[in-house]
């Protein structure tokens, strides 16, 4: 178990060294706050009821809110099929830039995981139809992320750090257009309520340009 945390930390300290060299670049500063329920509502079937919001500009321009609901269904061990829906209101990222858009996504996620001791990796591939009100034609874009849940740190907070990476790819560009990293934490303060912290750098590849975030997650599971 000792060796276990050892390895577990050693990934931690090598994204944090990968964080700050992000966090280092004169990029724009984001916040993103998203609130969840989640429950079961049978051995294999879950549901979930997202929001999340974001802000630019320096953290004070508000200017993407979604809306979003999923059914988790347990295939077996290893694999979890996730249909879902998500309705998104935004504007550009700039205080001065664009009007509102309103998204509708249909989504269809395949999550496999696996578990080696205390250390969960995940890779969920997920699938999006989307369509814009008031615009012709739909788009479709494919989503992997890649995810390594390490050891709890025993605190007198649950404590339980995590990466990830994230690719996007765009049908309609014939290619990837955006990735993006994270680092956080996983705090669980009661069987019912949790919360997260994470740090994310979002790379946009055509044209090139970066965006960092500090995100909070809070959760509520019946």
Known sequence: MTQLRRFGYAILMISGTHTLLYA????????????GLSGR??????????????????????????????????????LTVSPAYRQIHKRGRTA?????????????SFTGTAVWKCIEFSDRLRTE??????????QYRFRNRVKLRLPVIYSPVYLRPWIADELFYLRERDGFYRNRFYAGFESQFRIHYSVG??????????PSRGYHVLGMNVKFRF
């Open 24 to 35: 280092t670049d004169a990029k724009s500063w984001e916040y993103w706050q998203t609130l």
């Open 41 to 78: 509502l049978s051995g294999k079937v879950t549901i979930t009821l997202q929001s999340e919001s974001r802000f630019g500009g320096g953290m004070e321009h508000f200017y993407y809110q979604y809306t979003h609901f999923e059914l988790g269904i347990r295939m077996n061990r290893w």
């Open 96 to 108: 001065v830039s664009g009007g509102l858009n309103i998204e509708h996504q249909p989504q269809i």
């Open 129 to 138: 139809r989307i369509s814009i009100e008031n615009r012709d034609g739909v």
């Open 197 to 206: 912290l994470y740090f994310l750098a979002e790379e946009e590849f055509e």
